[in-house]
């Protein structure tokens, strides 16, 4: 079975995202684009993951469950995991250590929880934007611990990412490195390049996405995504210039 992926694309959960980004909004725009495997990655927050697990179910889309964390370096990354309950209990581990800044959304944009409904349930008050207070060294191990994969976001944007923050790949247990171009910045050390289209408004969707084989003997989605990143079976939708 081949899958096409896209684990990285923001809800309406987001302040930098769009109002209309429902995780149903997310889920029929995916099944149009022919994506079959969709990750919600909201910045250091996975309230809106109860929801995008139904409407994936509904639109038969293979769900990822994490969030986009920023640490203490100012690195955006990104931590994946297969249910919701596991998701959830990340969110906890971040939450406790987002600053208290409250969030003025005149300024910054809404926060909304949602349910698979698309009915509002709650505004998060807590800014989400913010760098949590842990390093990139602690969010790989405690990602890892749970049974996550660690995704370094976008490490060749000129803001928020490996090569704008260190300028260098630190040595850690990545899952994979996800790029918007090619070829990467720095030596990647043998690491897994995937690439996703990091949406905050629907027309972003589907922009940059990877596919890969989940065979008969992977025990779940989830499992085979980790196996092929680990095994760098992975196909770009990009390419290096000639």
Same mark, same amino acid.
């Given at each position: 079975m081949t899958v096409?992926? &896209?684990l990285h694309n923001h809800s309406c959960l987001s302040p930098c995202g769009d109002l209309e980004n429902s995780p149903g909004a997310l889920c029929r725009r995916a099944a149009e684009l022919g994506i079959s495997m969709l990750g919600l990655t909201d910045h250091n927050s996975a309230r809106n993951c109860p929801a995008f697990e139904e409407t994936c179910r509904r639109e038969g889309i293979i769900p990822v469950f994490g969030t986009e964390t920023t640490t203490r370096e100012e690195v955006h !990354?990104? +931590?994946l995991f297969g249910t919701v309950r596991e998701a959830l209990d990340w969110g906890d581990w971040i939450y406790q250590r987002l600053p208290d800044f409250r969030h003025d959304p005149e300024k910054f944009g809404d926060q909304a929880v949602v349910d698979a409904d698309e009915n509002i349930l709650d505004f998060e008050e807590r800014y989400l934007i913010p760098a949590i207070d842990a390093s990139i060294e602690e969010i790989a191990e405690e990602t890892l611990r749970r049974g996550g994969l !660690? !995704?370094?976001a976008h490490i060749d944007r000129t803001a928020t990412s490996i090569a704008s923050q260190l300028g260098f790949l630190p040595d850690q247990?990545? +899952?994979a490195l996800e790029v918007t171009r090619l070829p990467p910045p720095f &030596?990647?050390?043998g690491h897994t390049l995937i690439c996703d289209s990091d949406a905050h408004f629907l027309d972003d969707m589907g922009k940059r996405t990877f596919s890969f084989e989940i065979s008969p003997g992977d025990p779940s989605p989830f499992a085979a995504l980790a196996r092929v990143l680990r095994e760098g079976a992975v196909r770009l939708s990009i390419t290096a210039p000639a």
């Open positions: 096409v992926a &896209d !990354i990104l +931590s !660690i !995704i370094p247990r990545f +899952s &030596d990647t050390r």
